[in-house]
């Protein structure tokens, strides 16, 4: 074995750096791949030293080829100079990716790779030259401020095999040639463009302004709904190109198993949703809901519910049925529910496979030993597969104590952890297998293999997962099972709170939120609670997008999102949440008002309001000593009623005891012959009393878990007027006969939800948003 400074010395032998050199050791996988290729490359060299030039391929290569058994017919190109260049090394790899079957046709490959093309000083002067010409206003207007990577990308266009600093040099000199030498208005960096004051740049604009940023994954930005983003934006891969896709192992039962899986599937798109049953989905698992379920609905695909249930000890009944609740909520059916306890037998038997394969082994470390990275090798690594076969054996007929034994793989992950555990003892019956098993599977080893056995087709994970790509491929492989295409995305967070079970079992134990539906809470089912339309959730997750990047975002932003929706679908209502009475006089009779249901869109139909003299208007739509500015009711100034076409004046206030104001006298005259009152404002006349609750931030900053904002930890950092009761609130009577999660825009107020709480005798009301976002929440 390779001590880390021999690999340091031959590392830098190819031209890396002291510095690239030790990071690159620092990953295993890679430093093993990198001394092999260096190796073989030495080989077909004849011994002899690889040049600076050859060793950034040979890094290259080392990072991005999948068919090792290939190593040597590319090396030999390499070694040779045939394959030269970077372009040519991507265009080698295409080639291999998509054609996995051997031998190689060497005449395609080198026609594909460019190999034995010339591109002489001549080809590389005419072709600057035609783009010099394309861009010389240009150029003489920015002169050197113009964008050369611009002029670098065309020519490149043109001379796909040329030489990039063969084609910089001419640039170079080419515009020096035009332009002349660099002045000191050339030196200087170019100011700014100010926007003009009141001016602000539009979405697009701004989109087009900021600098383009390379991708890791199939798609940026958002779109408007689901389908749109996952069905034109997304770029995944098609059902039987798994080999075309990048670190994909392409071994030689591959093609055979690929068709094997075209033939069962039947070439349609499968994906799965796999949540373990130990908690409450959040807004988190609706971006994966909708990235899993909703790329195979727009590709006419199915998507399975599994659930991960390897851990006996912490699921619970209530999360199965819980978790399927939320995903039909949210509009989704799925294909089938699975369990990854169905498939228990099948997982033992590939274990057992592996143990024969000399690739899985049993170890008797302490889980403290054998946890974190650096850990020691096991000295039970070696061990003869007769001997590991039977542990296995016994561990499975629960012969050895829990904590005594374990299952480990013969491989190490991306990130550095040798040989994760495969199968571990629990003494803890299962809730569907009962006291069947006494050893568990581990995520580790259960996720591909049952990706595997339900032909998955596209496996879409948070970006955590990246890191475990390259066991998901090697364990399915080892096993000459059907290998399925892991796709990442960033994972989506939200500011103002937690979502860890743990966390929000803290919050109700300690009574600061009822239970997990609690409005405040970002859970689904608070979310429900709260009013929250699905589309208004699939929406939100369709304009964030799909990016490797980790995202957080302000609640405010999902906000958004309900206002858009409920704008176009939640029938008006007008509510006094803090009422005064007014009385009309002389009196007057009673009439029926027809009044939009929405007002900007007939077709909703119309509703019936009564209109008396004893009407309840805000407390805040009327002041006695109002200040500048103040454009409601006041005892100089009059006030125009919605709907009504009524202009309302004060004749007198009555006030109680304490000096509180409890009604209005007021006269009223038609908006046609009044004169034109500064603002018109909502009323209620024969109104029903109803329950109203006002959620506001649970927490103060936007990191409560960050000890840097909230050093006292995240419940000292509860905001502890989050909830405001008015348990009388006034409502006109069209609510009535409203059922649970029935939504309204109470008009000036907000848009509201009828609370599971909700009684006969007692409507129940929760905000869901205001009208327009709310800055000053907290």
């Known amino acids: 074995m390779s001590s880390s400074a021999d690999l340091v010395n031959l590392f830098t032998s190819i031209g890396l750096s002291e510095q690239k050199a030790k990071e690159t050791i620092k990953n295993q996988a890679l430093a093993n791949s990198l001394k092999e290729v260096i190796n073989e490359a030495k080989k077909q060299n004849g011994g002899s030293s690889i040049d600076k030039a050859c060793g950034a391929l040979l890094y290259h290569t080392a990072t991005r080829l999948n068919h090792q058994k290939r190593l040597g017919f590319l090396l030999g190109y390499i070694v040779s100079k045939g394959i030269s ?196 989905l959040h807004i988190g698992h609706a971006k994966a809901i909708n990235f899993n379920f909703g790329y195979a609905r727009a590709h006419g695909g199915i998507t399975f519910l599994r659930y991960d249930d390897t851990n006996p000890e912490k699921e619970e009944e209530k999360f199965f049925t819980a978790i399927l609740d939320m995903v039909r909520w949210l509009g989704y059916e799925p294909y089938k529910v699975t369990h990854a306890s169905d498939y228990f037998q099948n997982l033992y038997d590939l274990a057992v496979d592996l143990i024969r394969r000399d690739l899985a082994y049993i170890c008797h470390m302490k889980p403290e030993e054998i946890k974190g990275y650096n850990n020691p090798d096991s000295p039970w690594r070696d061990r003869p597969i007769e001997e590991s076969l039977k542990l296995f054996d016994d561990m499975r007929r629960g012969k050895i104590a829990e904590g005594e034994a374990v299952l480990r793989m013969k491989h190490t992950l991306a990130e550095g952890k040798k040989d994760p555990v495969a199968y571990r003892i629990k003494f803890t019956p299962h809730h569907r297998s009962k006291d069947k098993w006494c050893i568990y599977p581990t995520y580790d080893y259960t996720h591909c293999l049952c990706d595997s056995l339900e032909h998955i087709t596209h496996s879409l994970c948070t970006k955590e997962f990246q890191s475990r790509r390259q066991s998901y491929y090697w364990l399915c492989n080892a096993l000459d099972q059907y290998c399925p295409v892991q796709w990442e995305y960033g994972r989506l967070n939200m500011n103002y709170t937690v979502v860890s079970k743990r966390k929000i079992g803290k919050l109700i134990e300690h009574g600061i939120v009822r239970n997990w539906d609690d409005p405040r809470l970002f859970t689904l089912t608070a979310l429900r609670r709260r009013g929250f339309p699905p589309e208004a959730i699939n929406n939100f997750c369709a304009k964030i997008g799909v990016t490797m990047s980790r995202v957080t975002f302000d609640p405010s932003f999902l906000d958004s999102c309900v206002r858009d929706f409920l704008n176009n679908t939640a029938p008006r209502v007008m509510a006094v949440l803090e009422p005064i009475k007014v009385t009309i006089v002389p009196d007057r009779k009673r009439e029926m008002l027809s009044i939009p249901i929405i007002p900007h869109d007939s077709s909703k139909g119309i509703r019936q309001v ?133 939504k309204f825009q109470f008009e000036r107020n907000g848009y509201f939800s009828v609370d599971p709480d909700s009684t006969p005798n007692n409507i129940v009301f929760n905000r869901t948003v205001a009208l327009k976002e709310d800055t000053g929440k907290n």
């Open 610 to 742: 009564a209109f008396t003299s004893a009407i309840y208007i805000e407390q805040s739509d009327f002041s006695e000593n109002p200040e500048k500015g103040y454009r409601r009711l006041t005892p100089t100034q009059s006030v125009g009623l919605k709907y009504a076409a009524q202009v309302l004046t004060l004749k007198s206030i009555v006030k109680d005891e304490s000096g509180r104001v409890t009604e209005l006298k007021v006269t009223a005259e038609s908006v046609d012959t009044a004169s034109k009152p500064k603002a018109f404002i909502h009323w209620v006349a024969e109104p029903m009393e109803v329950e109203v609750r006002i959620y506001g931030r649970l927490f103060k900053h936007k990191n409560p878990e960050d000890p840097a904002e909230v050093p006292g930890g995240f419940l000292t950092d509860c905001n502890q007027d989050s909830l405001t009761v008015i348990p009388k609130a006034l409502v006109d009577q069209s609510v009535k006969g409203a059922k649970v999660y029935d």
């Open 85 to 280: 260049s970077e372009p040519q090394l991507t265009a080698a790899l295409d080639f291999f990716k998509s054609h996995p079957s051997d031998p190689v046709d060497a005449k395609a490959f080198e026609l594909a790779c460019g190999i034995g093309v010339v591109i002489t000083p001549e080809q590389i002067e005419d072709a600057v030259e035609s783009v010099i010409k394309k861009h010389t206003a240009e150029l003489m207007e920015k002169r050197y401020h113009y964008s050369m990577g611009i002029l670098m990308g065309e020519a490149r266009q043109l001379l796909k095999w040329a030489d990039g600093k063969a084609i910089k040099n001419e640039v170079d000199m080419q515009v020096l040639d035009l332009l002349g030498p660099k002045t000191d208005a050339d030196r200087e960096k170019p100011a700014k463009t100010k926007e003009p004051k009141g001016k602000s740049k539009t979405k697009e604009e701004q989109r087009k302004s900021e600098p383009e940023k390379e991708l890791a994954s199939p798609a940026e930005g958002g779109a408007e709904t689901i389908n749109q983003l996952m069905g034109e934006a997304v770029k995944f891969h098609k059902p039987g190109d798994n080999y075309k896709t990048d670190g994909y192992i392409v071994t030689p039962k591959v093609m055979e198993l690929l068709k094997e899986h075209l033939e069962l599937t039947g070439g349609g798109v499968r994906t799965r949703f796999p949540p373990e049953p130990n908690g409450i």
